[in-house]
Nanobody, 121 residues
Framework: QVQLVESGGGLVQPGGSLRLSCVAS????????MGWYRQASGKQRELVAR???????NVADSVKGRFTISRDNATNTVYLLMNSMKPEDTAVYYC???????????????WGQGTQVTVSS
């Protein structure tokens, strides 16, 4: 059983910073990709940033230059450092990972339970 557990959400003022963490645990052979999505109220879930095991990253234009994604392969942890936050960053943030449980298994997509991030004065 694979689990993704997020932490670090909360309330922050505009211009402030937060760091999200997500740890993948369970029976894991390899993790191809880890990332963060977000879903604001009444909107579709959207990609924020993702990082491959090689370190290659993709970051949404809306957060480029403000958010940084990083990864610790040794602990199966992905981080999202969010700086210069704006009210429009308010959303539920979901951790996402593409994981291979055993060597001959196909990759599967897993999601965390989500963590609320609110940017407000």
């Amino acid at each position: 059983q694979v689990q993704l557990v997020e932490s670090g959400g909360g309330l922050v003022q505009p211009g402030g910073s937060l760091r999200l963490s997500c740890v993948a645990s369970g029976s894991i052979f390899s993790i191809y990709l880890m990332g963060w999505y977000r879903q604001a109220s009444g909107k579709q879930r959207e990609l924020v940033a993702r990082i491959q095991s090689s370190g290659t990253t993709n970051v949404a234009d809306s957060v480029k230059g403000r958010f940084t994604i990083s990864r610790d392969n040794a602990t199966n942890t992905v981080y999202l450092l969010m700086n210069s936050m704006k009210p429009e960053d308010t959303a539920v943030y979901y951790c996402n990972a593409i994981i291979q449980i055993q060597e001959r298994d196909p990759n599967r997509i897993y999601w965390g339970q989500g963590t609320q991030v609110t940017v407000s004065s």
